[in-house]
């Protein structure tokens, strides 16, 4: 007996072959309603989500619902997982090699570097010459893929001009992304991003504030950084509420009426 495979109303996916890392990987694309009939010149926000695999379903009913209150504003959904995994722990495994990196001898390890190249020189092209985009980018990711998101700061801050993120493991590596900002901030005087980022209070989350501490106390020209503990939800449960908190916070229209 054949398993039925759900689709998801309204969305499209393409596949994608990386020339930098050589992995074939699924993008997931959901267009704002009357799309296709949009006046010439209209232009949208794009909202990256890494993880697609597990999250796009997910920001596709949060999003959805918040824009069907009004509360944000009309973007072009763009969801990124890896083609031909078939369960979870193929989709874990694939997301500690894209999303993690390793200093040995002064140098990054691992496939955070490569992907962040895939990113930008692939899937981001492809996304900005096939559709009616502005160039205003968010990234959203979970757990390791935050910890990514953050790396994708300290590397290509310009790639992004938000970000939303849930529980970025900051211990990861020996805490290595207080490594990287250490390095990034010797040279580095602006930061123009916005970055929003929850957790659980169930969730070991002290290393996360200090993280938040550290990057916030540098004195950054331009960056803003919020920081939410959601209550009684630990490192996976506060994930949807900070989603919902966080799109709200980073387009800054909790009281706003988008038409």
Not at 137 to 147: P, V
Not at 209 to 232: A, H, M, P, T, W
Request: charged fraction near 20%; proline fraction near 3%; glycine fraction near 10%.
């Amino acid at each position: 007996m054949t398993t039925p495979k759900v689709e998801l109303k309204g969305t499209q996916v393409y596949t994608i072959k990386s020339k930098i890392n050589y992995q074939q990987y699924d993008v997931y694309v959901r267009l704002p309603n009357g799309y296709n009939e949009r006046v010439e010149g209209k232009t949208y926000d794009v909202l990256y989500i890494l993880n697609g695999q597990w999250d796009f379903g997910l920001v596709l009913s949060v999003y959805g619902n918040c824009r069907y209150d009004k509360q944000l504003p009309e973007m072009i959904l763009i969801a990124i997982g890896w083609s031909g995994q078939e369960t979870d722990e193929e989709a874990q495994k694939f997301s500690m090699r894209d999303f993690s990196a390793f200093i040995t001898d002064g140098q990054l390890r691992g496939g955070a570097s490569a992907f962040l190249g895939v990113l930008e020189r692939e899937i981001i092209p492809f996304i900005e010459n096939t559709f009616a985009t502005n160039g205003n980018r968010c990234l959203m990711g979970s757990s390791i893929a935050a910890w990514f998101a953050l790396f994708a700061i300290l590397n290509s801050p310009k790639l992004f001009g938000k970000y939303v993120l849930s529980s970025p493991v900051t211990t990861f590596a020996n805490g290595l992304i207080f490594d990287l900002e250490s390095l990034f901030f010797k040279d580095a005087t602006d930061l123009d991003v916005l970055i929003y980022i929850s957790y659980g209070e169930l969730e070991p989350n002290q290393p996360i504030k200090d993280f938040i501490k550290v990057i916030g106390s540098r004195g950054y020209q331009s960056l803003k950084i919020i920081d939410e503990e959601i209550n009684g939800v630990g490192h996976a449960g506060n994930k949807p509420i900070g989603y919902v908190n966080g799109l709200l916070k980073a387009y800054n229209q909790n009281d706003a009426n988008i038409l």
